[in-house]
Antibody, heavy 117, light 110 residues
Framework: EVQLVESGGGLVQPGGSLRLSCAAS????????MHWVRQAPGKGLVWVSR????????DHADSVRGRFTISRDNAKNTLYLQMNSLRAEDSALYYC??????????WGQGTLVTVSS | QSVLTQPPSASGTPGQSVTITCSGS????????VNWYQQVPGTAPRLLIY???RRPSGVPDRFSGSKSGISASLDIGGLQSEDEADYYC???????????FGTGTTVTVL
């Protein structure tokens, strides 16, 4: 059974850092395009980042480029999102997604990030 | 920042059909496929349509997608109470080099 469990969210001050984790089971992250998508409370969906199957290509949304980095650890079968220089507008529920917009599309339940002083 | 435009709401009675539109540009819908998600409040999104008109396993065939030029549509036929949810379109944007989402449409079953 495919599962994605996000963790690492919490309260952080503006300018601070957080690293989100997404532990996968039932499949290998190294065989999938993996993405992060976020949703601020009461707002719409926003795509954040992706990493390709061989890990050599990453893409990030304009709003986070240069501040966020997506990566993965194949041995731990885990996806990460390193978030630096956090802003209030980064506050959201962050979802880990396998094969976003593909036939094998699968979402975790999300981890909540709150950026506030 | 939503690059794709959707109507904020749509509604219908059980059994009716509802169409949700998604308007983009030549850098996204005009050159790439469109995908649609359904989100019941408090839950993770569920993929309904990918590559413009394909349904993942388990999605009823009363959900269908299409595209023409820089616009796309999601049709929900035979509306049911469980279809009450928010619906989002999304597509790759070649100029932004990232996926963009629509503004979202809330469907109400009257």
């Amino acid at each position: 059974e495919v599962q994605l469990v996000e963790s690492g969210g919490g309260l952080v001050q503006p300018g601070g850092s957080l690293r989100l984790s997404c532990a996968a089971s039932g499949f290998a992250v190294s065989n999938s395009w993996m993405h992060w998508v976020r949703q601020a409370p009461g707002k719409g969906l926003v795509w954040v980042s992706r990493i390709n199957r061989d890990g050599r290509r990453t893409d990030h949304a304009d709003s986070v480029r240069g501040r966020f980095t997506i990566s993965r650890d194949n041995a731990k079968n885990t996806l990460y999102l390193q978030m630096n220089s956090l802003r209030a507008e980064d506050s959201a529920l962050y979802y880990c997604v396998r094969e976003f917009v593909g036939a094998e599309d699968f979402w975790g339940q999300g981890t909540l990030v709150t950026v506030s002083s | 920042q939503s690059v794709l435009t959707q109507p904020p709401s749509a509604s219908g009675t059980p059994g009716q059909s509802v169409t949700i539109t998604c308007s983009g540009s030549s850098s996204n819908i005009g050159r790439d496929s469109v995908n649609w998600y359904q989100q019941v409040p408090g839950t993770a999104p569920r993929l309904l349509i990918y590559t413009t008109d394909r349904r993942p396993s388990g999605v009823p065939d009363r959900f269908s997608g299409s595209k023409s030029g820089i616009s796309a549509s999601l049709d929900i036929g035979g509306l049911q109470s469980e279809d009450e949810a928010d619906y989002y379109c999304t597509a790759w944007d070649a100029s932004l080099q990232g996926y963009v989402f629509g503004t979202g449409t809330t469907v109400t079953v009257l």
